[in-house]
T-cell receptor, first 109, second 112 residues
Framework: ELKVEQNPLFLSMQEGKNYTIYCNYSTTSDRLYWYRQDPGKSLESLFVLLSNGAVKQEGRLMASLDTKARLSTLHITAAVHDLSATYFCAVDAFKDMRFGAGTRLTVKP | NAGVTQTPKFQVLKTGQSMTLQCAQDMNHEYMSWYRQDPGMGLRLIHYSVGAGITDQGEVPNGYNVSRSTTEDFPLRLLSAAPSQTSVYFC???????????FGEGSRLTVL
């Protein structure tokens, strides 16, 4: 059974700092997604990673995928308050998209 | 474009009642799915469909039924509501397989 583990589950950062969120998964897959959820809102897609070594960047966020290690990272550079949200990774197991538990990020001034 | 539309946004049920959560998408997506979101557990797949007339079970299907008579609509039925079904439900769709998902705004269900 595919398992997806994110860590940390809670992350409190100061503005301007860098940090990385990790997403490990238990079975072979070369398709991984990152989503953002603001409190009380729906999920929106951030990144789609479709092959080993894929790297995508948008603003202060950069995501990468290592399918051999079954690991994806979401790196935050020089955090700002607007990045406060919950971030989910999700692994495509063909017809079944399995989500991690989410990382609740709080960026403090 | 409306994208994925879910109704109702909020619902309170008594134990044993039944209800249907509606989901419609206007993007001509073949794949549609229902998730529930509970604190600390991420999203768990309830049922999914890869096209009209085709449905299958996800990770947590018990107590829920689905049907897919058209490409656009994918309703989720609670047969006999239980307090354990108190959750936020999300409908999502994608072009194919379980690719990048587009989510509805969610339906918050409370079962007393």
């Amino acid at each position: 059974e595919l398992k997806v583990e994110q860590n940390p589950l809670f992350l409190s950062m100061q503005e301007g700092k860098n940090y990385t969120i990790y997403c490990n998964y238990s079975t072979t897959s070369d398709r991984l997604y990152w989503y953002r959820q603001d409190p009380g809102k729906s999920l929106e897609s951030l990144f789609v990673l479709l092959s080993n070594g894929a790297v995508k960047q948008e603003g202060r966020l950069m995501a990468s995928l290592d399918t051999k290690a079954r690991l994806s990272t979401l790196h935050i550079t020089a955090a700002v308050h607007d990045l406060s949200a919950t971030y989910f990774c999700a692994v495509d197991a063909f017809k079944d998209m399995r989500f991690g538990a989410g990382t609740r990020l709080t960026v403090k001034p | 474009n409306a994208g994925v539309t879910q109704t109702p946004k909020f619902q309170v049920l008594k134990t044993g009642q039944s209800m249907t959560l509606q989901c419609a998408q206007d993007m001509n997506h073949e794949y549609m799915s229902w998730y529930r979101q509970d604190p600390g557990m991420g999203l768990r797949l309830i049922h999914y469909s890869v096209g009209a007339g085709i449905t299958d079970q996800g990770e947590v299907p018990n107590g829920y039924n689905v049907s897919r008579s058209t490409t656009e609509d994918f309703p989720l039925r609670l047969l006999s509501a239980a307090p354990s079904q108190t959750s936020v439900y999300f409908c999502a769709s994608s072009r194919g397989g379980a690719g990048e998902l587009f989510f509805g705004e969610g339906s918050r269900l409370t079962v007393l």
